[in-house]
């Protein structure tokens, strides 16, 4: 079972961290601090499995990672993991990560931590591997984007409807606030953000 998926920069700033099982706030911070130290340290001729550290469980537990330009990925699992599974599923992580964010990079992770987290939820979930076929993971990705795009298109149109009144977009509404906004005389117009098409 996977008990933490940790993400990190060399300097040991964490970009992502998902654990499986409950650590109070503190002691997470202490696992990544430690978790990096044992990692960073290590050459990279070496073999990229060890011992987990003292505060995540010893020698019951074994750190699989990768080292990706300026990102570490670190998975923390039990004893029943196989290591090759699981560097195969950091790859597959990473590389549906290179997908979905065209090259990813550190920024991505900062700036988009719920899509990275919804990416990660279709790979794991409650510590146990559900889904390492990259094709269907990307196809939920872009069945989600899908969704996203279609209620923002819905609330738009539900902000136009309540603006143009019963008028539609231009003209007077029952509504005497949005009136005054409007203005009587002239036709005014709904201006949307660049790019947006009704």
Known sequence: MIKAI??????GKPRLSKFYQFYPEDLQHQIIRETFHLVSKRDDSVCNFLEGGTLIGGS???LIYRHYATLYFVFCVDS????????????????????????????????????????LSELVMGGMVLETNMTEIIT??????????????????????????????????????LDSIQGHESHSSIFLPKGVRL
């Open 140 to 177: 939920r990705i872009e069945e989600q984007n899908k969704l996203e795009k279609q209620e923002s298109r819905e609330n738009l149109f539900g902000v136009l409807h309540r603006v143009g009144g019963n008028a539609g977009i231009y003209g007077k509404t029952n509504d005497p606030e």
């Open 60 to 62: 019951d537990y074994k």
């Open 80 to 119: 029943s993991e196989s290591e090759l599974g699981i560097l195969d599923l950091i790859q597959v992580f990473v590389e549906t990560l290179d997908k979905c964010f065209e090259n990813v990079c550190e920024l991505d992770l900062i700036f988009h931590v719920d899509k990275v987290h919804y990416i």
């Open 6 to 11: 940790l993400v990190f920069n060399n300097h």
